[in-house]
Nanobody, 127 residues
Framework: QVQVVESGGGLVQAGGSLRLSCVVSGVTFSRYALGWFRQAPGKEREFVARISGRAGGDNAYYGDSVAERFAISRDNDNNTVYLQMTSLGPDDTAVYYC??????????????????WGQGTQVTVSS
């Protein structure tokens, strides 16, 4: 059974940093792409970052609002994907979700592209 579990959220001051982790079990982790999305109250779920699977060369893709500030990476030995977030601002406050895409290639940014989702972890940035 596939499980996706995020951790690392919390409260941080504006300008600070935070690293989210996501552990995926029940799949051959290195094959698949992983994505991070976020959803603020009253807003649609927004694409944040994606890292492709092995066939896609582990390429990284970012949403426009986080490019240059966030970095996605993966540790295939530990079935974990990370989202390093820097220069955080109040607009980054949201529930952050990790998601698995069984299609490993390309810059897929729609929520419907992803097959399995975690429960989310709250990130709150105070001004």
């Amino acid at each position: 059974q596939v499980q996706v579990v995020e951790s690392g959220g919390g409260l941080v001051q504006a300008g600070g940093s935070l690293r989210l982790s996501c552990v995926v079990s029940g799949v051959t982790f290195s094959r698949y792409a992983l994505g991070w999305f976020r959803q603020a109250p009253g807003k649609e779920r927004e694409f944040v970052a994606r890292i492709s699977g092995r066939a896609g060369g582990d390429n990284a893709y970012y949403g426009d609002s986080v490019a240059e500030r966030f970095a996605i990476s993966r540790d295939n030995d530990n079935n974990t994907v990370y989202l390093q977030m820097t220069s955080l601002g109040p607009d980054d406050t949201a529930v952050y979700y990790c998601a698995l895409d069984t299609y490993p290639i390309g810059a897929r940014t729609r929520t419907s592209d992803y097959d399995r989702w975690g429960q989310g972890t709250q990130v709150t940035v105070s001004s």
